[in-house]
């Protein structure tokens, strides 16, 4: 046995008492020999994992050569072969040599869940917005509302929902889907603020395009106004912020401070940490300060 807790040397003496170890903390069973070259390439990479995820996993190494009746119970027939327990459990195991990488992966679904189930969402997602770029967002709408009819509780998924259908102009059909989560979530919270700033711009009857054309060719300060606000709202983000910003270094006391207060509100209808969102707040305090 090693200095290191997180390190053992298996033999017949100890193998009991580290399955019985397994049934509270992850042990991850290596089993090597002196004369084989992956094994000693992978030695280190598993030995840097046990000092990383101290208290989390113990690395059991099993030289497969003196070991063999611990080799035979494992079912080990090449070398390096990995053998996860947990919980007294043999939950997943790999032949042959590994990167770092391929082995953080590995181990992660045990040692990292909630890490994992974030990549495979994160993964979910991405294949999700690939779809809608291609044109396939009928499939891609089905597939995400059969995952909240199964898993409400997924606040990414619905937040991609209502962007899309706010981007199909499916208004109503958006709020409804906002609607169904009552509480105060990070991840639906700027789609709130927008259908409150959809409410505010309600009733003007003009269109983007005439807005547009104005602040184009002799732009008023209501004009910029209304066009940052509008264009905002209908998620052109960055056109409204850019009229507004103009509103706010042109006519600095326009309706006492308008312009100030109009992209703030702009500011909540985009993720925390949008860096559209960053870009324009530094240049709304450089006009300011």
């Not at 208004?171 to 700027?190: T, Y």
Request: aromatic share 8%.
């Amino acid at each position: 046995m090693q200095d290191n807790p997180s390190i053992i040397d298996v033999n017949e003496q100890n193998i009991q008492q580290v399955l019985e170890a397994s049934r509270q903390i992850p042990v991850l069973f290596d089993f090597w020999a002196s004369w084989c070259q992956p094994c000693q390439q992978m030695a280190p990479l598993l030995e840097k994992l046990a000092n990383e995820y101290q208290g989390k996993l113990v690395l059991a190494r099993v030289n497969a050569d003196e070991q063999q009746a611990i080799a035979s119970q494992f079912g080990v027939r090449s070398l390096p072969s990995l053998k996860l327990v947990y919980q007294g459990q043999l939950v997943n195991e790999l032949d042959g040599a590994q990167t770092e990488g391929a082995l953080r992966q590995w181990l992660a679904p045990v040692l990292d869940p909630d890490a994992a189930e974030k990549e495979q969402e994160e993964g979910f997602l991405e294949q999700i917005r690939m779809a809608i770029s291609a044109g396939h967002g009928d499939q891609a709408e089905q597939a995400l509302r059969q995952t909240l009819e199964q898993q409400p509780d997924k606040h990414a998924f619905r937040a991609l929902l209502v962007e899309f259908l706010l981007g199909e102009g499916r208004l109503d059909e958006a709020q409804s889907v906002l609607a169904e989560i009552a509480e105060d979530v990070e991840e639906l919270r700027p789609f709130r603020a927008r259908f409150a700033l959809l409410e505010k711009v309600q009733g003007n009857g003009e269109s983007l395009t005439e807005l547009a054309q104005r602040i184009q060719n002799q732009p008023q300060p209501e004009d910029l106004h209304a066009y940052g606000l509008r264009a905002a709202a209908a998620g052109q983000f960055e056109a409204g912020l850019e009229a507004l910003l103009t509103l706010l270094r042109d006519h600095p006391d326009y309706q006492d401070g308008a312009a100030r207060a109009a992209l703030l509100q702009v500011f909540d209808c985009l993720p925390k940490g949008d860096p559209l969102a960053s870009q324009y707040r530094r240049r709304m305090f450089t006009y300011l300060y």
